[in-house]
T-cell receptor
Framework: NAGVTQTPKFQVLKTGQSMTLQCAQDMNHNSMYWYRQDPGMGLRLIYYSASEGTTDKGEVPNGYNVSRLNKREFSLRLESAAPSQTSVYFC?????????????FGPGTRLLVL | AQTVTQSQPEMSVQEAETVTLSCTYDTSESNYYLFWYKQPPSRQMILVIRQEAYKQQNATENRFSVNFQKAAKSFSLKISDSQLGDTAMYFCAFMKQGGSEKLVFGKGMKLTVNP
């Protein structure tokens, strides 16, 4: 049981380039999330998916798109990367444990946009 | 909108001592959950403890316990018998019940356990 996995671990992009961050979970969770973490800012929600086939914007969605390909996979796409998107990106999935919805995180993807 | 505030950016403690990390939040919701996550240098986000707002009893997980004061909107984390492996960033987080299970995080605080 790998939990939540993310690829790649680290990526360098030039301004204007595009890329897709991949996330997969093997825990059969319905809900999945993408967050970004910037120094001194905590984690902020970019997009989330409550179930397969649905996606919704979070706090900071501008410049990103997402795809919930199936129940396991939730990808985040940067169409035209900007230096302001330099950050660490975390994917998470959630389940209800003892009446509480609890999120479990992947190891993160560190993205540097030059 | 909900906000979570961690007013202490950094703390240090000696190994085997007890330390308390503070967190306050603002919400108009009655039903919600509160969490503490730990982020060691590996950057992995690890759930430490969770508390349901409707429960009066404070949650406990081994050396970790919380002091949940609903009226004061306060949710502090106590770490007993601190260990070197407790050195990490700690994030307090809020989740509205019945929403879309979105977490709202505080900015975090850095805890260093010294030998």
């Amino acid at each position: 049981n790998a939990g939540v996995t993310q690829t790649p671990k680290f990526q360098v992009l030039k301004t204007g380039q595009s890329m897709t961050l991949q996330c997969a979970q093997d825990m059969n969770h319905n809900s999945m999330y993408w967050y970004r973490q910037d120094p001194g800012m905590g984690l902020r929600l970019i997009y989330y998916s409550a179930s397969e086939g649905t996606t919704d914007k979070g706090e900071v969605p501008n410049g990103y798109n997402v795809s919930r390909l199936n129940k396991r996979e939730f990808s985040l796409r940067l169409e035209s990367a900007a230096p302001s998107q330099t950050s660490v990106y975390f994917c998470a999935s959630s389940e209800r444990v003892a009446g509480t919805e609890t999120q479990y995180f992947g190891p993160g993807t560190r993205l540097l946009v030059l | 909108a909900q906000t979570v505030t961690q007013s202490q950016p950094e703390m240090s403690v000696q190994e085997a001592e007890t330390v308390t990390l503070s967190c306050t939040y603002d919400t108009s919701e009655s039903n919600y959950y509160l969490f503490w996550y730990k982020q060691p240098p590996s950057r992995q986000m690890i759930l430490v403890i969770r508390q349901e707002a409707y429960k009066q009893q404070n949650a406990t997980e081994n050396r970790f316990s919380v002091n949940f004061q609903k009226a004061a909107k306060s949710f502090s984390l106590k770490i007993s018998d601190s260990q070197l492996g407790d050195t990490a960033m700690y994030f307090c987080a809020f989740m509205k019940q019945g929403g879309s299970e979105k977490l709202v995080f505080g900015k975090g605080m850095k805890l260093t356990v010294n030998p």
